[in-house]
């Protein structure tokens, strides 16, 4: 079985915080992801990799930054949090480049930045 | 530019009722592949099901089904018989690459 893990299910921050979400999958899949879910908004891409120390920035990456250091896990970081920041987070990874290969998601983490 | 809508918000049913959730993608590529996926409320998604485009294919599984038409870029959900247990948040996907595009989810509440 696929395992994505996330390393909170809830997170309360304040603003100006530096916050570090964690992802790790045990599949020795190459590429990670990180989205963030808002109603009514579905699943937006913020940053994503293809392998170790290798990133691309997704749809929204602004206030966020990444990191892959090993191959199973996947770091975001906000710098400095900010209210609208407040999201569920959610970390998935996949196999090889191909179309064909459907993501595998974590549980997510709820952040809440106060 | 990629593009999936799911209009559907938010969808009731009673249970046994059939429901189909619709899904509409935009893309210039001839390659592609579409997915939904499951959110239940435990938060997790789950993968359901991949088709690629040039398999036009329907497909059944079980209480499942799903209706792929390049013609009207549409991928459609269908639940025969819904359950309780259909209650979740389902999700449309286009993969391009290695990018996923998502629709907004349409939320399904199958009342008892």
């Known amino acids: 079985d696929v395992k994505v893990t996330q390393s909170s299910r809830y997170l309360v921050k304040r603003t100006g915080e530096k916050v570090f979400l964690e992802c790790v999958q045990d599949?020795?899949?190459?590429?990670m992801f990180w989205y963030r879910q808002d109603p009514g908004l579905g699943l937006r891409l913020i940053y994503f990799?293809?392998?170790?120390?290798?990133?691309e920035k997704g749809d929204i990456p602004e206030g966020y930054s990444v990191s892959r250091e090993k191959k199973e896990r996947f770091s975001l970081i906000l710098e400095s949090a900010s209210t609208n920041q407040t999201s569920m987070y959610l970390c998935?990874?996949?196999?090889?480049?191909?179309?064909?290969?459907?993501?595998?998601f974590g549980p997510g983490t709820r952040l809440t930045v106060l | 530019a990629q593009k999936v809508t799911q209009a559907q918000t938010e969808i009731s049913v009673v249970e046994k009722e059939d429901v189909t959730l619709d899904c509409v993608y935009e893309?210039?590529?001839?390659?592609?592949?579409l997915f939904w996926y499951k959110q239940p409320p435990s938060g997790e998604l789950v993968f359901l099901i991949r088709?690629?485009?040039?398999?036009?294919q329907n497909e059944i599984s079980g209480r499942y089904s799903w209706n792929f038409q390049k013609s009207t870029s549409s991928f459609n959900f269908t639940i025969t018989a819904s359950q309780v247990v259909d209650s979740a948040v389902y999700f449309c996907?286009?993969?391009?690459?290695?990018?996923?595009?998502f629709g907004s989810g349409t939320k399904l509440n199958v009342k008892p």
């Open positions: 893309t210039r590529d001839t390659t592609y592949y």
């Open positions: 599949m020795d899949h190459e590429n």
């Open positions: 996907a286009l993969r391009n690459f290695n990018k996923f595009y």
């Open positions: 998935a990874s996949s196999l090889g480049l191909s179309g064909y290969n459907e993501q595998f």
């Open positions: 088709r690629n485009s040039f398999d036009e």
């Open positions: 990799s293809y392998d170790v120390k290798m990133k």
